[in-house]
């Protein structure tokens, strides 16, 4: 069974997430009204995961974060308030080492809370599961260099989709910033992410990289050293691929695999509409997201990557579509850009 701690200076959210995780199956073994009480009950109890409210009196979330991962390196999942502040917060804290987060409602709305229940559970479970032994915190602030170089001979209209959920946004960051511009890319990603903190990410994206990043906004064309990020709440589809553009647009069908930005649904329109070189990359996340439309991608002549298990702070994803798919390449967080880069030449790995 789940061990886990909860810290929340809210009573009323104490009371009503134990209740949540363990109607779930989840033995919560500690509650934490202030960060160092978090800090003691995570030491003391050793649970699997640990919840951590990002405002706290004594010690604030991202000061128990630091030194837990310091001192004994545990799962934890964020939970966040939903305002502009606390989404650039949240950001923060998977900057210093915390896996994933879930957004509360404002207050002590209990009843907004309880329609998440299945969510939440299987949330915290995929956390607890995540290996965080080896995980650095990551404070870099400013834009990074691109390590990957290319030629002048790369070849033209290169189209990448990327798919992650839990554990995604530190590595997604990492390989746009590691991809050169020079390369003309058309990047189209797809994060697990409910809305407003979307907007926050593809900024945070379009201020560390190269490319041009932003939120998708509806009908867009994406052209090369260009990306996009899929808004929280809707699907981004590929309606067109004309003079090397990727021609995109909101999809506000039903949710796949329980999620809304799907993978599937981005990698599968890519694959019908897109023309020249295209390729997908599947990366740390729970569930079985992307290995349909990865397999769409690899049908229609692209090339399929996907992440390894000991980089991955969750191997669901990239595992389902490993299993499924005729994967080009399994590369650790470290090698993606470059085996990005590598598939568009033509190479197989």
Not at 136 to 155: A, G, H, I, L, W
Not at 293 to 303: D, H, R, T, V
Not at 304 to 327: H, I
Request: hydrophobic content about 40%; some cysteine.
């Amino acid at each position: 069974m789940v061990r886990a701690v909860i810290a929340d200076d809210s009573a009323v959210m104490r009371e009503t997430l134990g209740k949540i995780l363990e109607d779930g199956g989840i033995d919560v073994v500690g509650r934490a009204k202030d960060g160092v009480e978090a800090v003691e009950a995570i030491e003391e109890l050793e649970p699997d995961v640990a919840t951590v409210d990002i405002q706290m009196p004594r010690m604030t979330g991202h000061e128990v974060i630091e030194e837990v991962m310091a001192e004994r390196p545990t799962p934890l999942i964020v939970i966040s308030s939903h305002t502009t502040k606390n989404a650039d917060a949240t950001f923060e804290a998977l900057e210093a080492g915390a896996v994933d987060f879930l957004a509360k409602p404002s207050g002590d709305n209990s009843v907004d809370i309880w329609s998440k229940q299945d969510e939440i559970v299987e949330r915290v479970r995929a956390v607890a599961a995540a290996d965080v032994s080896t995980e650095k915190p990551d404070r870099t602030e400013s834009v990074r260099t691109p390590t990957v170089e290319v030629d002048d001979e790369f070849p033209n209209d290169p189209t990448l989709v990327i798919g992650a959920s839990t554990g995604g946004p530190r590595v997604v960051e990492q390989v746009l910033s590691e991809l050169p511009v020079r390369a003309g890319l058309r990047i189209l990603v797809v994060q697990h992410m409910a809305d407003h903190y979307t907007e926050r990410f593809a900024a945070r994206l379009n201020e560390r990289t190269d490319y041009e990043i932003c939120e998708a906004s509806g009908r867009e064309r994406i052209g090369p050293g260009e990306a996009v990020l899929a808004k929280g709440g809707y699907h981004l589809a590929v309606t067109g691929f004309r003079n090397g553009d990727v021609i995109v647009d909101h999809d506000d069908g039903p949710e796949r695999h329980n999620v809304k930005p799907a993978v599937d649904v981005t990698m599968e329109t890519a694959a019908d509409r897109v023309t020249g070189n295209l390729a997908g990359v599947i990366m740390t996340g729970m569930g079985s997201d992307g290995a349909i439309g990865l397999e769409a991608i690899k049908n229609a002549g692209g090339k399929a990557l996907v992440q390894d298990e000991a980089t991955s702070r969750v191997y669901g994803m990239p595992k389902v579509a490993a299993e499924r798919v005729d994967v080009d390449m399994v590369l650790p967080k470290d090698r993606i850009a470059e085996g990005i880069t590598n598939a568009f030449r033509g190479w197989s790995g």
